[in-house]
Every structure is written in structure tokens, then in C-alpha cells.
């Protein structure tokens, strides 16, 4: 897992930080990722345990606002 920080300038004056945290994933699991690539995906996280479980599922476009 990764953090940085990214900063944005608006206007040449004001300047805007936030954390962007990332996840790599290993090769041996590249291919069963490829079905979600540029796909709308829906979330979750949670915390379990002492385990850190991240939920991808596709999300429903059907009732999408």
C-alpha cells in the first residue's frame, strides 16, 4: 500500500492538498482483474479482525442516478 500527497494550484494563487492512498497487485492476479478494467465498480472496505477486506463488485446502472 501507498500514500502521497497530491497538490493542485487553482488560479496560480490557492493550492489544494489531499492523501491519495494505492494499492498494487501482483501479477498472478492480473488476469482476474481484467473483467473490471473501465468498468463503473462499487466499494467497500472494512476492517476485520486485523485484516483490511476490499469489496469490488460491478454496480448496478440499471437505478444509476
Known amino acids: 500500500m501507498q500514500k ?4 493542485k494550484k487553482y488560479y496560480g494563487k490557492s493550492e ?3 492523501t491519495v492512498y494505492s494499492l498494487n497487485i ?9 473483467p473490471f478494467l473501465k468498468k ?3 466499494v467497500g472496505v472494512q476492517q476485520d479482525r486485523g485484516l483490511l477486506v476490499i469489496t469490488l ?4 446502472t440499471k437505478h444509476a442516478e
Open 40 to 42: 463503473d465498480l462499487r
Open 16 to 18: 489544494y492538498s489531499y
Open 57 to 60: 463488485g460491478f454496480r448496478d
Open 26 to 34: 501482483p501479477k498472478e492476479f492480473h488476469e482476474l482483474l481484467l
Open 4 to 7: 502521497r500527497k497530491v497538490k
